[in-house]
């Protein structure tokens, strides 16, 4: 029964006191949730840490009343993994703890590496103009284009998640590439470090 239910009407069970539905909520999305920390911290113990964190902060969302029921679970729950992730992998780089020890390394924190630090500043520019011009297509191509990227998700899922025919998901990719290339060529952007 629960398995038939769209996300916003477990989630809608769940604040009514049925805590089956957020434990269906978890078994539909652990996957992908944990596939996409995993791919970002690339530790399985860490990962496992900020997927709990992921679910227990979504779980308290939901619970106070703030979960906005506008948008889709699923790029939701992956926005709270990336965030929780990515704070995750600033505190381990900020102070990472001393090999075989319990004590912070202060001086792991002071990087010679001037031509790394350069490939990570281009890499983080490519992805901000990248996500501007995602930010430009409309929603449903939007939505298509960061359920694939940011989420990992299969075209097949994509078209479950919103509800869409496969080749729905499909086209809408194409045409979101077209419109970011066109965009790309008209303003001379070059999304590729020199």
């Known amino acids: 029964m629960m398995a038939t239910c769209t996300d916003q009407e477990l989630i809608a ?6 805590n089956r539905a957020f434990d269906a909520l978890l078994n539909r999305h652990q996957q992908a949730v944990f596939n996409k920390i995993y791919f970002m911290v690339k530790d399985e113990d860490v ?15 939901i619970q106070e009343g703030r979960y906005n029921e506008q ?20 505190r381990s ?13 202060v001086f792991s924190t002071i990087s010679t ?13 490519i992805h901000a103009d990248v996500m501007k011009l995602v930010d430009l297509l409309p929603a449903e191509q939007q939505e298509v284009v960061r359920l694939r990227v940011e989420s990992g998700l299969s075209f097949q899922e ?5 509800g869409v025919s496969i080749n729905t998901a499909l086209g809408r990719m194409r045409y979101a590439l077209i419109s970011m290339r066109k965009h790309i060529e008209r303003n ?6 020199l």
């Open 13 to 18: 069970r769940y604040k009514a006191g049925e």
């Open 47 to 61: 990962a496992n840490d900020v997927f709990q964190d992921t679910f227990i902060k979504a779980v308290n969302t």
């Open 71 to 90: 948008g889709k679970f699923l790029p939701w729950i992956m926005r709270i993994a990336h965030n929780l992730a990515i704070d995750t992998f600033r």
């Open 188 to 193: 001379g952007m070059q999304l590729t470090a």
């Open 93 to 105: 780089r900020k102070m990472p703890l001393v090999r075989g020890t319990d004590e912070y390394d």
């Open 113 to 125: 590496d001037e031509q790394h630090i350069e490939d990570r500043l281009v890499e983080g520019q």
């Open 158 to 162: 994509i078209a479950d998640e919103t």
